[in-house]
Structures are given as structure tokens and as C-alpha cells.
């Protein structure tokens, strides 16, 4: 997933965005007949993209290609000024998208998913459609063999572990590790301290470098900074740790999109709900690992786990 950590920036952004909403649609978005579906760049992007592209048009939609039309900043300013009409957004980024990110909301799936939803109604036009039961945040995954042999699956147990010393030795970047979002929000929530000797950091915040590290056992390395549904977790045996008491803000997937194309076509609605229930933490991951590990397109992913499913014929 792309999700844009400069906020200010973002805010400023999506300022913008809002700015180009009130002076209403372009003559283009009012006039077209087919309803353009964007995407993200990335793996993710790409996979959801074709899935909704694809339903779409097995339900009788007349859809537009805009897929994986760049990063987050790109694709919510073009549907908020009717650019696109429809795209796969997480829920948590509204913590950004309305300078609301100290709202204790977003720690929780359906408390931050009403939010977004209520806020982007009113302000934008825009409805969210039911989501993804995927948490696409920031967590921490362990090799398999240790999840496996301390009987590890929630950052509850991973904290117990931690506590004893000298058995866990996380890989992250340097903003996962200082962040007070980010480790430090983990500590705190479940009562532990990671002695620094035992974190290696690793530069960027590029997620494949810290599985890779914790699957390899680079530097002792035995876990690792990942994203929810990184396509390689499942691929490099490595197992996430459930945030139980919500450490971080939840960014579930769901289609987002304009009120009055919903209205045109209210096929939508339940057609994409249909999709979208099915894409559970560890379904996308494998997913995303035909994508990213394995090189296959995501259209053709797409296509087979929604015939796969019966979602279409």
C-alpha cells in the first residue's frame, strides 16, 4: 500500500483538492457516460484495481481505465475534483484527509470506517463503500519457525517474549523505530521495551528489506517492520502479530466513490460489497505474493480468484 507519512504536506494537498470540489466538477466528469476506476500505483493498487474494474464490467457498468494512476496525493485529489469517479482507498488515511489524526477513532476498525465515511459525505460527495476485514497498517511479523516453537500470533504474546530478552531481534527503519506512531506506540500499548541492541535498522522504509532481513536471519535478525497485507509474508514464512489493543490506526480497504455516480449506477454498491467481503489479512497477502514474489499481472490474478470465488463468470 502507498500511504503518504509527510501529513503537512498531505493536508495541504487535499486542501487543495477541496478547494477544486466546491468549485464544482469539471464539464468532463459531468458529461461522461462511463465511470472512470482509479487506482494507486503500487502492487495493492493494482490488484483491487483490476478486481473492481473487472466486476464492474461483468455487472453491466461501463467502466473507464485510470488504473494505478500514481500515489495517494495523485488519486484522492483527482476523485475529490471529478477527475475519476471511483478507487480504492484505506480508512485510516482520513485521519490525514481531515487533519484528524490524534482521534482516537481510527484505532478501530468500524469506529474509524464511520468516521471517514460520515466526513467524506458531508464534505466531499464521496460515499465509502462497505470494506475489507484486511488491516493493511503498520505491524510486526516473526519468522515462522520462532512464531511457531514460542507459540506467538498477537503483539500480546510478542510482548511477553520481549520481555524475557535475547530472543527477539526486530529489523525496521529508522522512522518505525523513532516514530512515537510506530514501535514506540507498540511498547507503550503492550508494556514492553525493545533494548536497541536487538533492532537493526535498516535504511528507507522499504518493508521488503526488513522481511527479506528476518527471513534470511540477516544480523540475527528473527522479525520485522512489515505492512498487513505485504504480498512476501505469507511467501517468507513469516507470521503477524495482531495488534489486539488497536497500537495503531486501522487502514481497512474499501471503494470510494462519488454520490451521484453511485446514484446513476447503484449496481455498485452491492457489486463491489460482494468483492470486497472476501478479502480477508491473509487472502490478500497471498495475492499480492502472486504479484510481487511469483510476476504475475494483477489483472490476471484478479480475474481468477474472483471466477475462483463465483463473484463472476
Known sequence: MIRNRSHR??????????????????????????????????????LLGHMVLI?????????????????????????????????????????????????????????????????????????????????????????????RR????????????????GIVKLAGSAEFVESPAALPAFEKSYGFTLPRDQIVILPGGDTAVTMRAAAQQLSGVNSAMVYGTDGAISALDLVVMEDTKGAQIVYEPAPVVRAAVLEKYPVIRQTLGRVFATLSLNQLQVLNAQISVEGQQPRAVAMKYLQQKGLVR
Not at 504536506?9 to 470540489?21: D, G, H, I, K
Not at 467524506?120 to 497498517?137: F, I, M, Y
Not at 514460542?150 to 530478552?165: H, I, N, P, S, Y
Open 150 to 165: 514460542e507459540r506467538l500470533a498477537t503483539m500480546d504474546d510478542f510482548a511477553q517474549v520481549a520481555k524475557r530478552g
Open 55 to 147: 466486476a464492474l464490467e461483468k455487472a453491466g457498468v461501463p467502466v473507464e481505465n485510470r488504473l494505478q494512476l500514481g500515489p495517494t496525493k495523485i488519486v484522492r485529489t483527482a476523485l475529490v475534483s471529478g477527475e475519476i469517479d471511483l478507487y480504492p482507498e484505506y480508512t485510516g488515511n482520513g485521519a490525514f484527509f481531515f487533519n484528524k489524526e490524534d482521534d482516537p477513532a481510527w484505532k478501530q476498525a468500524q469506529s474509524g470506517y464511520d468516521l471517514v465515511k460520515r466526513l467524506d459525505e458531508v464534505a466531499n460527495k464521496l460515499v465509502w463503500l462497505d470494506r475489507a476485514p484486511a488491516n493493511n497498517t503498520w505491524l510486526i511479523a516473526v519468522r515462522g519457525d520462532l512464531a
Open 9 to 46: 504536506a498531505f493536508r495541504t494537498l487535499c486542501m487543495a483538492a477541496l478547494a477544486l470540489s466546491c468549485a464544482g466538477f469539471s464539464a468532463s466528469a459531468q458529461s461522461r457516460d462511463k465511470v472512470v476506476v482509479a487506482s494507486k500505483i503500487d502492487t495493492e493498487g493494482a
